[in-house]
């Protein structure tokens, strides 16, 4: 099959996708919610891309990402609901009212904080005009409701606990969220007893959002501290690799012990070297 530039060969490709008996079997499978968790993921792809400044990995990623809004196009048409044109026309025309001073006659140029301004202002017309447009809420609107769904899960958590702070529901000291934390995983042991494989990942849940919680009462924002650490741990088990292959070993041959000692001697060598007036006094 030929490569194409154009949009309208993708389209057509996940259409055969979707066809049923000819198409995909797993393509066929998918909807909107199982398909949600490999857009959060193509993302991510996107800005490892970024970070890494690979603008050839970057093209691809941002191929990915664009296959995923073709897929969740794709099956909103099938539900005639709207298609990837809509999209299209849709982002658009955002674009287009929420930039007057590129696309409207306006005399004069506006400075970058004024463009921020007119975008937060046409944007929160629009959300009241989407709001003015639904059936009358029956229900109580929550403080959370603001917080967006889509988000990733530590931000999104992030995000929960920054909005009930807001009207004092938070801990005061980080040593009491700390003491919550140490709670948490008390009942993670608790429940490994009872081998309750439900109830130990509601409980892993908890800790996770205790652990958000800490990082925000000390300024620390947890996707960001998680990155550090995954950065830190690929570092560290690169290191058991290159240590056992100049020994002409294998990762499967090493022990649990071997490669326990071998993490430690990275983490040693990661560790910031003493003051020099320390050493001078002999305590380096």
Same mark, same amino acid.
């Given at each position: 099959?030929?490569?194409?530039?154009?949009?309208?060969?993708?389209?057509?490709?996940?259409?055969?996708?979707?066809?049923?008996?000819?198409?995909?079997?797993?393509?066929?499978?998918?909807?909107?919610?199982?398909?949600?968790?490999?857009?959060?993921?193509?993302?991510?792809?996107?800005?490892?891309?970024?970070?890494?400044?690979?603008?050839?990995d970057l093209r691809d990623e941002l191929g990915d990402l664009l296959l995923q809004v073709v897929f969740h196009s794709r099956m909103a048409e099938e539900q005639n609901a709207f298609a990837?044109?809509?999209?299209?026309?849709?982002?658009?025309?955002?674009?287009?009212?929420?930039?007057?001073?590129?696309?409207?006659?306006?005399? &004069? %140029?506006?400075?970058?904080?004024?463009?921020?301004?007119?975008? @937060?202002?046409?944007?929160? #017309?629009? +959300?009241? *005009?989407?709001?003015?447009?639904?059936?009358?809420?029956?229900?109580?609107?929550?403080?959370?409701?603001?917080?967006?769904?889509?988000?990733?899960?530590?931000?999104?958590?992030?995000?929960?606990?920054?909005?009930?702070?807001?009207?004092?529901?938070?801990?005061?000291?980080?040593?009491?969220?700390?003491?919550?934390?140490?709670?948490?995983?008390?009942?993670?042991?608790?429940?490994?007893?009872?081998?309750?494989?439900?109830?130990?990942?509601?409980?892993?849940g908890d800790l996770l959002f205790a652990l958000v919680n800490l990082a925000r009462h000390v300024g620390a924002d947890p996707e960001t501290a998680l990155r550090g650490t995954n950065a830190?741990?690929?570092?560290?088990?690169?290191?058991?690799?290159?240590?056992?292959?100049?020994? &002409? %070993?294998?990762?499967?041959?090493?022990?649990?012990?071997?490669? @326990?000692?071998?993490?430690? #001697?990275? +983490?040693? *060598?990661?560790?910031?070297?003493?003051?020099?007036?320390?050493?001078?006094?002999?305590?380096?």
């Amino acid at each position: 099959m030929t490569p194409s530039r154009d949009i309208s060969r993708l389209l057509e490709i996940m259409a055969a996708l979707r066809t049923p008996v000819t198409g995909c079997p797993w393509d066929l499978e998918q909807d909107f919610a199982s398909i949600a968790q490999y857009t959060i993921e193509e993302a991510y792809e996107v800005v490892d891309a970024i970070t890494r400044g690979d603008l050839d990995d970057l093209r691809d990623e941002l191929g990915d990402l664009l296959l995923q809004v073709v897929f969740h196009s794709r099956m909103a048409e099938e539900q005639n609901a709207f298609a990837f044109g809509d999209v299209v026309e849709a982002v658009t025309r955002k674009m287009i009212r929420r930039h007057p001073h590129v696309f409207a006659d306006q005399n &004069g %140029r506006l400075t970058a904080t004024h463009v921020k301004g007119n975008w @937060d202002r046409i944007k929160a #017309e629009e +959300k009241a *005009e989407r709001a003015a447009g639904r059936p009358p809420e029956v229900e109580h609107k929550s403080l959370l409701s603001s917080v967006k769904a889509g988000q990733p899960a530590l931000t999104r958590a992030m995000d929960l606990q920054r909005k009930a702070s807001t009207v004092g529901f938070d801990w005061n000291d980080p040593r009491a969220v700390l003491h919550k934390i140490r709670e948490e995983a008390d009942e993670i042991e608790a429940a490994l007893d009872r081998g309750d494989a439900g109830e130990l990942a509601a409980e892993t849940g908890d800790l996770l959002f205790a652990l958000v919680n800490l990082a925000r009462h000390v300024g620390a924002d947890p996707e960001t501290a998680l990155r550090g650490t995954n950065a830190k741990f690929e570092r560290r088990f690169g290191y058991i690799e290159r240590v056992l292959a100049a020994k &002409g %070993r294998s990762l499967e041959s090493a022990t649990l012990a071997e490669m @326990d000692a071998l993490w430690n #001697e990275a +983490k040693g *060598e990661e560790q910031p070297a003493p003051p020099a007036a320390v050493k001078a006094l002999g305590r380096g």
